[in-house]
Nanobody, 122 residues
Framework: VQLQASGGGLVQAGGSLRLSCTAS????????MGWFRQAPGKEREFVAA????????NYADSVKGRFTISRDNAKNTVYLQMNSLKPEDTAVYYC????????????????WGQGTLVTVSS
């Protein structure tokens, strides 16, 4: 599975962005998908994940109520809608995929995209 993330950019606090991650290669619909982020000088952290069917979703406490993860298996794409952005959301955002896994542990994902930078100005 090859993953290509896009949609990052510069936004003011309180604004919104939608990230996309498009997969190619093997059957996308069987893979759980996750979003992680890494801020400068910090470790990579879990943001959100979604099951292969889209019926199960997990979120980090820091983004609950503001971010929404979704997927369109017909388009081999997972999305992260980010609303009410805060300066502390500034990070490189990575999408990840793993067969039948959609948890919070980054080491359990075998496939990673290249990352897309999100910068939130105050």
């Amino acid at each position: 599975v090859q993953l290509q993330a896009s949609g990052g950019g510069l936004v003011q606090a309180g604004g919104s962005l939608r990230l996309s991650c498009t997969a190619s290669g093997r059957a996308f619909s069987g893979y759980g998908m996750g979003w992680f982020r890494q801020a400068p000088g910090k470790e990579r952290e879990f943001v959100a994940a979604i099951s292969w069917s889209g019926t199960s979703r997990n979120y980090a406490d820091s983004v609950k109520g503001r971010f929404t993860i979704s997927r369109d298996n017909a388009k081999n794409t997972v999305y992260l809608q980010m609303n009410s952005l805060k300066p502390e959301d500034t990070a490189v955002y990575y999408c990840a995929a793993e067969w039948s896994y959609w948890g919070e542990i980054s080491n359990n994902y075998g496939y990673w995209g290249q990352g897309t930078l999100v910068t939130v100005s105050s």
